[in-house]
């Protein structure tokens, strides 16, 4: 069974996902909100079609001295749209406070043009809190 990641943003939304052990993590898209968790939840609906996906993990946006951000309290109403609509999957949120700084640092690095960074940071972001969620189980 997987594990899928996603980085819940105002304008788009990254997805990751575990390899069948969970050992590594893979971005697998940026989706475009438009204003509408609808068109996320048909992009998850497609995925666990195609994927064994046991948990799913988002990528919460707390503020650097631990509280909870508005930002977080809107991805707290995705996650609870999440756990009614896959209700037989856990769901379950980690700290994601500089994913995406570390992300634009990564890409700095790769040396990416920057006009492709609007569209895999948020990929990158979700890779990053997947990794951090695995690490976090395996320290348990």
Same mark, same amino acid.
Do not use: C, F, S, W
């Given at each position: 069974?997987? !594990?899928?990641? +996603?980085?819940? %943003?105002q304008a788009r939304v990254?997805?990751?996902i575990t390899d069948s052990l969970n050992i590594t993590v893979q971005g697998?898209?940026?989706?475009?909100r438009n204003n509408s968790d609808k068109i996320i939840l048909k992009e998850i609906d497609k995925i666990l079609e195609q994927y064994? !996906?046991?948990? +799913?993990?988002? %990528?919460?946006?707390?503020?650097?001295?631990g509280t909870i951000s508005e930002r977080a309290k809107i991805t707290q109403e995705f996650v609870h749209k999440l756990k009614c609509k896959y209700?037989?999957?856990k769901i379950d949120t980690i700290d994601e406070r500089l994913t995406t700084v570390t992300?634009?640092?990564t890409m700095n690095f790769l040396d990416?043009?920057?006009h492709k960074k609007k569209n895999i940071v948020d990929t990158i972001s979700a890779e990053y809190i997947l990794e951090t969620y695995l690490n976090k189980?395996?320290?348990i």
């Open positions: 069974m997987r !594990i899928l990641g +996603i980085d819940y %943003g990254g997805i990751a697998l898209r940026t989706i475009q064994e !996906i046991d948990t +799913i993990v988002v %990528g919460m946006p707390l503020n650097m001295n209700n037989k999957l992300a634009h640092r990416i043009n920057k189980v395996k320290n």
